[in-house]
């Protein structure tokens, strides 16, 4: 049996984070879930919102499914998002974003694959109060850290059969930390002729994305853009409840959804755990249970052309009832179970 870290989050997290489980479960793979808690409600306890027994466990492990936790706006712990992709050095986050059956949404056949750098930028959390008037926050953008994302990102293209990579700067105003982003990601280009290489200023790839997402295959962008175009992306698939995630580094890959722990939503029932399920099917095709993961997507797609969907994607499905549908389902697929 696989040891995999689950973190359970908060907000929204302990929902999502059942029903996937459950799911799995029923699908017949056998994890022993090392569970795992961090965020807000630990720090009383254990000091931090990020115990080292969280990293060690991942670290142990290998893989880790987490559910999101809240990071306080304005004040408070630093994000254990953004710790926990710096502790474990996963320099890759990986978004794909592609319409799902029965959403309704304003473009179909949108298939675009966001690949943000995660560990530097803005997230590198140097900030600075200089007087009473004046803050200051540091941007790092450094050639390793940039050419590694790059190359990621190509290597990607490679292995996927994708035919284009665009990378997204602000390079005509941050010219040396975006330009050093960008002119790593052109070095890097010239090695992979065969992928067809373009260059876009974040606030024209907004406004193009938003009127013809079609015309984009995977983008590649420093952190806070992609932080920010990859939920731009969500939105125009059905929204952040079906938006996946994966956290990628050398050693150990963190697999979560795209969203945050939807505190408006929390302990309702009202949760969709599409994005942690997709997230999660993602995560068996890394350990190579290529299997089940094709029959959950496929007891998702029927639940979803079944038209059971959750309040967000235009249904009046609870979290619950959704999960129990798509296990119904798989129970069908998977009669060995
Ligand atoms: P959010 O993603 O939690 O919610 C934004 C909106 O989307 C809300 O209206 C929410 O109800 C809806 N939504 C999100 N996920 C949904 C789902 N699965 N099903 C149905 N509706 C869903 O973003 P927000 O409100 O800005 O952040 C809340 C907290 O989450 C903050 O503390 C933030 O720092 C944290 N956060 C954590 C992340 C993580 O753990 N990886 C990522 C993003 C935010």
């Given at each position: 049996m696989r040891n995999i870290t689950l973190i359970k989050g908060d907000g929204i997290g302990p929902e999502i984070t059942e029903s996937v489980v459950k799911?799995?479960?029923?699908?017949?793979?056998?994890?022993?879930w090392d569970i795992q808690t961090a965020?807000?409600?630990?720090i009383e306890k254990e000091g931090t919102p990020l115990p080292q027994r969280v990293i060690d466990s991942v670290k142990a492990n290998k893989i880790a499914l987490k559910s999101p936790v809240t990071t306080p706006i304005g004040k408070g712990f630093r994000s254990v998002n953004v710790q926990?992709?710096?502790?474990l050095d996963l320099y890759a986050n990986l978004r794909p974003c592609y319409n799902l059956p029965n959403i309704k949404t304003r473009y179909d056949n949108v298939d675009i694959v966001v690949v943000r750098e995660n560990t530097e930028d803005l997230y590198a959390g140097i900030e600075r109060q200089v007087d009473e008037n004046t803050a200051e926050s540091i941007k790092i953008i450094t050639k390793n850290?940039?050419?590694r994302i790059a190359k990621f990102a190509f290597d990607y293209a490679v292995k996927n059969n994708r035919k284009e990579i665009c990378v997204v700067t602000k390079a005509n105003i941050c010219k040396l930390s975006d330009g050093l982003f960008l002119n790593s990601a052109r070095e890097i280009a010239k090695n992979y002729p065969q992928i067809k290489f373009k260059e876009i200023l974040v606030d024209n790839c907004c406004m193009q994305l938003v009127q013809n997402p079609n015309q984009f295959d995977i983008l590649l962008l420093p952190n806070l853009y992609g932080d920010i175009v990859s939920d731009l992306c969500a939105g125009l698939v059905g929204g952040l409840g079906i938006a996946q995630g994966a956290n990628i580094g050398k050693d150990y890959a963190v697999f979560e959804p795209v969203h945050g722990s939807a505190p408006d939503i929390a302990g309702q029932d009202k949760a969709n755990p599409t994005a942690m399920l997709m997230s999660a099917i993602e995560m068996l095709n890394y350990i190579g249970e290529k299997d089940a993961a094709k029959q959950i997507k496929i007891a998702l797609f029927d639940t979803l052309n079944a038209n059971i969907k959750t309040a967000d994607i235009g249904g009046n499905s609870t979290c619950s009832k959704f999960t129990n549908e798509i296990i119904k389902r798989l129970k069908v697929l998977t009669p060995q179970y």
């Open positions: 799911i799995i479960e029923a699908s017949g793979v056998e994890i022993n965020g807000a409600d630990i926990l992709r710096k502790e850290a940039s050419e």
